[in-house]
């Protein structure tokens, strides 16, 4: 039987986007959105039903007779392993197809020890998680991954990254693939912090930005409700952008002058020792700045300054309604935020910024794992890969 051919008006998998939402429909509603016969809806609603990505639940308002069914999505048909890989730590997570989080496990993890005891970490601690949760490889729907670093997007490997020693042109997915047999997914970290920060706190806001200030800078992109990548997967790359201030600061990355060797949280350490200041990693800011050093806040309000400058022109080319600031530095708030406004609402036009709010993130730390989750949820349950596989079911 062809689950979703060319010609059918809607197929199985079609349907079961309008049933991703969790809201309860009878079948009757069903036919009513879809234009379908009752006996069309009737066959496709029990083939969901079969494979278990949907469940009856409370029955409807009765307008005489036995109430109808309703039916939903089932959030715990599958799980989604989501990953979030740093520079310095990572976390790894069960979420079900809402993207809630079942589990989760976080540890420090230096990401220059290389791609195979990093994804050895990943994947002992997925399985780990799983056996906990009384659940199998064969739950899983999709892994999502975050890295800091390029991502190209068609291969899932990262390009050239600054601060993955070792992980260049990397095949992730394959790998993985190899330990967990499903879909992987993998893209920038930052990328995938957007989703979540959507997901979590403006899912009806159609154009965001969400920038990451931590050991690096970048940032994610959302226009038109859709995660925006570029032509070759580092759309958003807005660390390596030069600011006139720093023009003879060296960069990981070969040149002078960029963003992340101005305001991220190891050039703010090393500017502070320069003025005598105790002060080795952004961690070790964030203390500062909590305790009140005048010279940290000022640091951390001119870094603000830098990420506005930059950002100052993401507005006009972006035009989004929210930037949210995450990422470990954010944790010194306001400080951070305020030297941001302060550049960009003063030099963006007052059209821009007329609707723009510049927050600290909403998610926090959960972002990336969200995000990841959302990255797998999405893929598992779309048309295409639904259908691939209720044909083959």
């Not at 609603?45 to 109808?68: C, H, K, N, Q, W």
């Not at 507005?315 to 944790?331: C, D, E, H, K, T």
Request: glycine share 12%.
């Amino acid at each position: 039987m062809t689950i979703d051919s060319p010609g059918s008006a809607m197929g199985v998998s079609q349907l079961f986007q309008l049933l991703r939402d969790g809201v309860p429909r009878t079948r009757a509603e069903l036919a009513k959105s879809t234009g379908l016969a009752r006996s069309t809806i009737a066959a496709r609603v029990d083939e969901l039903m079969r494979i278990g990505l949907i469940t009856p639940v409370a029955d409807g308002v009765s307008t005489g007779g036995r109430p109808p069914s309703q039916f939903a999505l089932n959030p715990a048909a599958k799980v989604a392993v989501a990953v979030d890989i740093g520079a310095s730590h990572a976390t790894v997570a069960i979420t079900d197809l809402t993207g809630a989080v079942i589990a989760e496990h976080s540890e420090a993890l230096d990401i220059s020890l290389g791609p195979e005891p990093v994804l050895e970490w990943v994947v002992s601690g997925a399985k780990d998680l799983l056996d906990r949760n009384h659940r199998a490889v064969a739950d899983i729907a999709a892994v999502g991954i975050g890295v800091p670093g390029p991502v190209e997007h068609e291969t899932g490997q990262p390009v050239n990254p600054p601060i993955m020693p070792g992980w260049d042109h990397f095949d992730i997915p394959g790998w993985v693939q190899q330990h967990l047999p499903v879909p992987v997914l993998v893209d920038n970290d930052v990328n995938i912090m957007a989703l979540g920060e959507r997901a979590v706190a403006w899912p009806n806001v159609e154009h965001l930005m969400f920038v990451k200030v931590a050991t690096g800078i970048g940032s994610g992109i959302i226009s038109g409700g859709l995660l925006q990548r570029g032509a070759q997967g580092i759309a958003g790359d807005i660390g390596h952008v030069q600011v006139a201030r720093g023009t003879n600061v060296p960069c990981q990355c070969g040149n002078r002058g960029c963003l992340e060797a101005l305001a991220s949280g190891p050039a703010l350490a090393r500017a502070l020792r320069e003025d005598d200041v105790e002060a080795y990693t952004g961690r070790d800011v964030v203390d500062l700045v909590k305790r009140g050093n005048i010279d940290a806040i000022q640091a951390v309000r001119q870094a603000g300054r830098d990420i506005g400058e930059v950002l100052t022109a993401c507005v006009s080319l972006m035009n989004p309604s929210v930037i949210a600031i995450g990422g470990s530095m954010a944790q010194v708030g306001e400080h951070l935020i305020a030297g941001v406004r302060e550049v960009v609402y003063t030099r963006s036009t007052p059209l821009a910024t007329k609707h723009l709010s510049i927050v600290q993130s909403i998610a926090g730390e959960k972002a990336g794992v969200i995000g990841a989750s959302m990255l797998a949820v999405e893929h598992a349950l779309s048309p295409e890969a639904l259908s691939a596989g209720l044909a083959l079911s």
